[in-house]
């Protein structure tokens, strides 16, 4: 079971780049990793997903270095509209069927 | 993609009552979790609920305590039985339309439980 382990909290300022880094040491090799973006009173929203290297989308990048021990986050030019909590999902495929949460970081963007 | 709906969306119980907590899915799927986030914490999976087949419950949760339904491929219920103040919690529902453990999850609302 790959444990992982967030800094609690960010602070940033809108337009400036954020990077939040989970620390998996005991990823498995079938585990993907899985970002999620929590807003107060709603369920997690699927962010971005990576297995190694690089992976970007339309709202964030992902960097997973070649040991694949950790992960970073990486959200461009960071609004209001992104404070929230997110979290680190590492993901398992084979019969332990455990997909668990990182402890989360709570980001607060300022003005 | 899924939409879930979860009821009730909010609740409050007495103590030594139990609970029935639903959750709808807009399309048919086979993986399904329930997890609890107690207030200012992160997610923990109680159990995976898999159409077809019995829940697999999580280190710290049994079925006695927590029973699982799963009749079909587009709902689910979770009991919380015998309540205690404890179990004052945020429940949630959640699927992966994708029939993989490493694909994209979808959350409902959650249901906020107080239990008196």
């Known amino acids: 079971l790959a444990k992982t382990t967030q800094p609690i909290s960010m602070d940033s300022y809108e337009g400036q780049e954020v990077n939040i880094t989970c620390s998996h040491n005991?990823?498995?090799?079938?585990?993907?990793i899985t970002w999620y973006q929590q807003f107060p009173s709603q369920g997690p929203r699927f962010i971005i997903q990576?297995?190694?290297t690089k992976v970007t989308n339309e709202v964030a990048s992902l960097f997973i270095p070649a040991d694949r021990k950790s992960s970073t986050l990486s959200l461009p030019r960071v609004s209001l509209s992104d404070t929230a909590v997110y979290y680190c999902?590492?993901?398992?495929?084979?019969?332990?069927?455990?997909?668990?949460f990182g402890t989360g970081t709570q980001l607060k963007v300022e003005l | 993609s899924a939409v879930i709906s979860q009821k009730p969306s909010r609740d409050i119980c007495q103590r030594g009552t139990s609970l029935t907590i639903q959750c709808q899915v807009d399309s048919q799927v086979t993986m399904m979790f329930w997890y609890r986030q107690q207030p200012g914490q992160s997610l923990t999976l109680i159990a995976t609920a898999n159409q077809g087949s019995e829940a697999t419950y999580e280190s710290g949760f049994v079925i006695d305590k927590f029973p699982i339904s799963r009749p079909n491929l587009t709902f689910s219920t979770l009991t919380v039985s015998n309540m205690s103040p404890e179990d004052s919690s945020i429940y949630l529902c959640?699927?992966?339309?994708?029939?993989?453990?490493?694909?994209?999850?979808?959350f409902g609302e959650g249901s906020r439980l107080t239990v008196l």
């Open positions: 959640s699927v992966a339309p994708g029939g993989s453990y490493t694909g994209e999850l979808f």
């Open positions: 999902l590492v993901g398992t495929t084979g019969g332990g069927n455990k997909l668990t």
């Open positions: 990576g297995y190694k």
């Open positions: 005991n990823i498995a090799t079938n585990d993907y």
